[in-house]
């Protein structure tokens, strides 16, 4: 019982000790936090606004190779072995969209690649980007080479980072909607890249699915004409016939892989950042380090 008493009036004491040490130390503790706060405001409003473009997609005939399943009983009599079902049109555009090659071939060689890498912030008055002088010169358009530094002109896979990390798309396991969103200083670019993204998006895989149908085509053409079986060459007139009908659908669609639900739009809030939050954990850390710290002069004094 003596022992229970002992141990709870030291618990106490030492949690009076604490709040003692914390009272002795307050001044240092409000003026630690006071900067940190003050720091955290600066800061905050230092970091430039980041504007969010959003579009959310349906997709068009989404699953690939249905229309050669169909014929796959008729591809056998030909003697002719036909690809299973590949993943759905929307998968494979997604998997398109976040790849390099769309990067380079249909995204960066349409856009200004200061605009994506050295942009600084978007002066709202003047509708004018600013860029990093450091790493742009906008007046005589030239990229500043160092030669004692790492600074150089961005490679294409530096820029295919920052377009991986502005880029995002999610997919509604549900509905299958897809929500597809892109992110700038500028409201206006991050509308007009995201509406580019779509429509580039629609002529890769056009243009992809055109050159299969044809390769198709004239490969079942040349099968025909070595074959004279009356059978067989009904199955490839067939398989000829599914083939054009897939040329026409690239050809005459409008909408080949995406339809637009919800168009891009140029927002008018900004996506970020978030300076509330951006002050209220610098505050907190600045609380949590004057505490610390008035907890180690406290204590190493005393060992002194």
Not at 17 to 42: E, G, H, N, P, R
Not at 70 to 75: L, Q
Not at 82 to 90: F, H, I, R, V
Request: glycine share 2%.
């Amino acid at each position: 019982m003596n022992e229970t008493i002992t141990t709870e009036n030291y618990d106490e004491i030492n949690l009076l000790d604490f709040f003692y040490i914390l009272w002795s130390k307050k001044k240092l503790i409000f003026l630690i936090t006071l900067f940190f706060a003050i720091s955290s405001v600066f800061f905050s409003l230092s970091v430039p606004n980041v504007y969010q473009s959003k579009a959310v997609l349906s997709a068009v005939n989404d699953t690939k190779g249905n229309s050669l399943g169909a014929f796959s009983g008729v591809a056998a009599v030909a003697g002719i072995n036909l690809p299973g079902e590949s993943s759905s049109k929307s998968s494979e555009a997604i998997a398109r969209i976040k790849s390099f090659d769309f990067f380079s071939q249909y995204f960066l060689t349409n856009i200004n690649l200061e605009d994506l890498v050295a942009v600084k912030k978007w002066d709202i008055n003047s509708n004018e980007l600013i860029y990093n002088k450091r790493l742009f010169d906008i007046d005589s358009k030239k990229w500043k080479l160092k030669k004692d530094s790492n600074s150089r002109k961005p490679s294409e896979q530096d820029a295919y980072e920052i377009y991986r990390k502005r880029l995002s798309i999610v997919q509604d396991t549900e509905t299958a909607f897809i929500t597809i969103s892109y992110e700038h200083h500028s409201p206006t670019i991050a509308q007009d890249w995201l509406n580019h993204i779509i429509k580039s998006i629609d002529k890769n895989m056009r243009a992809a699915d055109k050159v299969d149908a044809s390769n198709s085509i004239n490969f079942l053409i040349q099968r025909l004409n070595d074959t004279k079986n009356l059978a067989v060459k009904e199955a490839i007139s067939m398989l000829i016939k599914d083939q054009m009908q897939k040329l026409m659908m690239v050809e005459g669609t409008q909408n080949f892989v995406f339809k637009e639900i919800d168009s891009p739009r140029s927002p008018e809030k900004k996506s970020g950042p978030n300076r509330a939050l951006i002050c209220i954990i610098g505050t907190i850390m600045g609380a949590m380090l004057s505490i610390l710290l008035s907890l180690y002069i406290h204590y190493f004094r005393k060992t002194d």
